[in-house]
T-cell receptor, first 113, second 109 residues
Framework: EAGVAQSPRYKIIEKRQSVAFWCNPI?????LYWYQQILGQGPKLLIQ????????DSQLPKDRFSAERLKGVDSTLKIQPAKLEDSAVYLC???????????FGPGTRLTVL | GQSLEQPSEVTAVEGAIVQINCTYQ??????LSWYQQHDGGAPTFLSY??LDGLEETGRFSSFLSRSDSYGYLLLQELQMKDSASYFC??????????WGAGTKLIIKP
């Protein structure tokens, strides 16, 4: 069984630029999560999808971050414009059902200069 | 507010036993999970406790006391490959994970 796929693995951008991350969850997993992990901290949930609907986006900075999961499968997370404090690893995870064991992708390491 | 407390760093010797504690204060509680994360890697699931008591999976065990809002991860027969960060995470009333800051486990030969 293939795991959670994410791309790109690394991205370096200047502040005020835009960036997008892609995630393909494990086949059949209905729930998809985007986390932000700053160095030395635990992951922080940004947004949770159940199929193609948003369950929780209370910690998503909506003035600059957006995410979609149009067909209930893969998802994209966008930052526009990026700030220095957005430098972090962006992790995508999926679970078969809401509240189930979460499986993580390798993450995208974003550096904003 | 919601908070999880775990030591920032623990050092142990190869072959020994180490315990990583986690105390939590959350608005709701369904269970306590433990994840392992190697440097540059993704978190991987280790264990989940919904009820009080000890759960054993090979060299790793996890304990929960809901009345004390406390749990721990016990790693036995430590191997160098166990060097990693270990996170406790509470599943709250919305079925979401609230994560601790992680404990960096350093293993010396």
């Amino acid at each position: 069984e293939a795991g959670v796929a994410q791309s790109p693995r690394y991205k370096i951008i200047e502040k005020r630029q835009s960036v997008a991350f892609w995630c393909n969850p494990i086949s059949g997993h209905a729930t998809l999560y985007w986390y932000q992990q700053i160095l030395g901290q635990g992951p922080k949930l940004l947004i949770q999808f159940q199929n193609n609907g948003v369950v929780d986006d209370s910690q998503l900075p909506k003035d600059r971050f957006s995410a979609e999961r149009l067909k209930g499968v893969d998802s994209t997370l966008k930052i526009q414009p990026a700030k220095l404090e957005d430098s972090a690893v962006y992790l995508c995870a999926s679970s078969q059902v809401e509240g189930g064991e979460q499986f993580f992708g390798p993450g995208t390491r974003l550096t904003v200069l | 507010g919601q908070s999880l407390e775990q030591p920032s760093e623990v050092t142990a010797v190869e072959g020994a036993i180490v315990q990583i504690n986690c105390t939590y204060q959350t608005s709701g509680f369904y269970g306590l999970s433990w994840y392992q994360q190697h440097d540059g890697g993704a978190p991987t699931f280790l264990s989940y406790n919904a009820l009080d008591g000890l759960e054993e999976t090979g060299r790793f065990s996890s304990f929960l006391s809901r009345s004390d809002s406390y749990g721990y991860l016990l790693l036995q027969e430590l191997q160098m490959k166990d060097s990693a960060s270990y996170f406790c995470a509470v599943k709250d009333s919305n079925y979401q994970l609230i994560w601790g800051a992680g404990t960096k486990l350093i293993i010396k030969p």
